[in-house]
Structure formats: C-alpha cells, structure tokens
C-alpha cells in the first residue's frame, strides 16, 4: 500500500518500472516510515531513490553507464510551492509541477543555493527556480518567490 502509493508519486507513468523500481528503495523506506510523516516519508524515499538509483526518479536519462561528471549537469526551469522550509540542512520541501526530462508533479527535498536565498521563503510560497542536476547531486539556483500565500503573510 505504501510502496504503491510511492510509486504513484514518484513516477506516475512509468509503467514499466513497477518491480525494478520499487525493491530496492522500499527496503529503506520501510525502515524509515515508523519515524517520518507521510510527506517527508514521501519525499525520503525520493531522495534516496534519486540519489542511490538516479534512474527511478529522473525520467530523463536512462543508463547509469553514460553519465559524465564533467558534462553533464543540466538546468531545468523548476515551479513549484513551499512545502516545508529546513534552514539548518539548507534544503526546502517543494512541491513541484511537471518538470519534463526531469520528473514527474511531487513533493520533495531540494538543497537550496545560496542557503541565504532560503530566507525570502514562507511556507506556501509560490517559486520559480532553476534544478541544477548532476550525477547523484541536484539543487535549486536562482530561486524567486512568485507569489506568497495569503495564510502566511497572515501570521
Ligand atoms: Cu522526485
């Protein structure tokens, strides 16, 4: 039930990548899932899938063996709204709209550059930001909040 609901979130039309997909980050995330909520559960295993089996969630690029250090960091235009804001770890949980090549509409983690740029966040903003994504690395550059939430402006 967890893992479907994972899968759904993380690649919604990867048909094909239900068994190959799911084993090997559904051991962790089972580990993890009695300590964490839902989101950041979510978002965990996101992480983790992105950056043990870059395949999983990346829908762009496919064979591990052609990835180059050197050349290939890609920049994608990244929307999205603040989930949650983690000042200390420099990282927001963003819950970002269709990124193609890149991935699919959740809700996860993403290391922001430069940290001072966390501090314009509030929860609920709405952002436009660039994903820096290398092998096994990816964060947000360029970050610029688009409209704030009338709920967080009120408190
Ligand atoms: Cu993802």
Redesign the pocket.
Known sequence: MISDTTQKL?HPDRSGAKASGVEGPAFFHSAWSSSLPSAQRLASF?LF??LAFSAA??RGTSQPGTLNPQSAAKRYPLKGKVISIDKQAGTANINNEPIPGF??P?V?PYTVKPPAALDQLQLADSITADVVVEPGNYWLENVKVTGHSKTAAAK
């Open positions: 993380c996101c899938a992105l969630c990346n991935m699919d959740m996860m």
